[in-house]
């Protein structure tokens, strides 16, 4: 971890250094590999489109992209690594809606912040969550499982990948519309595990980690959190079909160190809005139901202040903390 003095250090030199004057052209970054942080383990949701970027950047950069995995902390390990790291463009974090706008208000004692400390440079992708049930629970639709868990309480557990994830959180709302208690059990990774051994009765989890086993009958899927149905499981509603004005979406993205000359985040961003449209990645994200998105740092910047605000009060609310 590098410490404050170190890092104004490192802000004052980077400054000073004339790379980046206003002379060069942008084409004289990067000079060297880039690093792709990706705060979670390999074969995470993140982790898969962080590699498939990886592949297709250097197409946009003419420099090598190498993705490292620095799991943890919900992903706040990752995060604090990428804003102590030098504010030159070359380290990138590959984050992830709940590591920028849940955590902030989750954890009180980061040491580090996530909206002062970083620099958001684009969006990636958009996608949404599933409800699954093990084949155990006696619930076809959602309409059945609140009826039951109403007249069954402590029948139906809901579980998560921690306490304050998004899972957590889809949880916790689903139950204040609809009146059911839920239980909860946190895990320290996502519980698909235990949900098909029978261990938890329901969960949400992200479309890209559960539509293969809900196709192939392991588990029952009873709604998306999508606005619109998916394309590989037509016949699911949506959330919002059944409760009006209630979609949430999961979504991706890349940061850099703060401090970052604008110069390198408009070419990093440039680079990554093409790279969403190669008709590799395309074809990948449509499999996994994933938008590309490829929004200016302004805009990622604006739906992270946005969804901060709007998880700050639900946290609040049911007094969770994750310190």
Not at 94 to 110: D, Q, R
Not at 211 to 221: D, I, K, P, S, T
Request: charged share 15%.
């Amino acid at each position: 971890m590098i410490n404050t003095r170190r890092r104004e250090f490192l802000i004052a030199a980077a400054g000073a250094m004339p790379v980046f004057g206003a002379a060069q052209s942008m084409s004289d970054w990067p000079q060297r590999p880039l690093k792709l942080i990706v705060p979670q383990s390999p074969s995470s949701s993140a982790d898969v489109i962080a590699r498939l970027l990886a592949k297709e950047l250097p197409v946009e950069l003419n420099q090598p992209v190498i993705v490292e995995n620095k799991a943890g902390a919900a992903g706040n390990i990752g995060a604090e690594y990428v804003a102590n790291s030098a504010p030159d463009g070359y380290t990138l974090l590959y984050g992830f809606n709940s590591v920028a706008t849940i955590n902030p208000n989750l954890y009180a004692k980061l040491p580090f912040s996530f909206r002062n400390d970083l620099a958001p440079v684009t969006q990636t992708t958009v996608g949404g969550y599933i409800l699954v049930t093990n084949n155990n629970v006696p619930a076809r639709s959602l309409r059945e499982l609140v009826d039951y868990v109403k007249k069954n309480p402590g029948a139906v557990t809901f579980g998560s990948d921690g306490i304050g994830s998004m899972a957590h959180l889809c949880a916790e709302l689903l139950a204040e519309r609809t009146g059911m208690q839920i239980l909860h059990v946190p895990y320290k990774g996502t519980p698909t595990a235990d949900l098909l051994a029978g261990h938890i009765q329901a969960m949400f989890a992200p479309v890209t980690v559960l539509q293969e086993l809900v196709r192939a009958g392991q588990m029952r899927g009873l709604v998306t959190t999508k606005p619109k149905r998916l394309q590989a499981l037509p016949q699911m509603p949506t959330l919002a079909e059944l409760l009006p004005g209630l979609s949430l979406t999961g979504w991706q993205g890349i940061w850099v160190a703060k401090s970052t000359p604008a110069v390198v985040i408009e070419r990093l961003q440039s680079a990554v809005a093409r790279a969403l449209v190669a008709p590799e990645v395309l074809a990948k994200l449509n499999v996994v139901e994933l938008q590309p998105v490829g929004s200016t740092p302004k805009e990622l910047g604006e739906l992270v202040d946005r969804e901060t605000a709007q998880w700050a009060p639900i946290i609040k609310k049911l007094n969770l903390r994750a310190d």
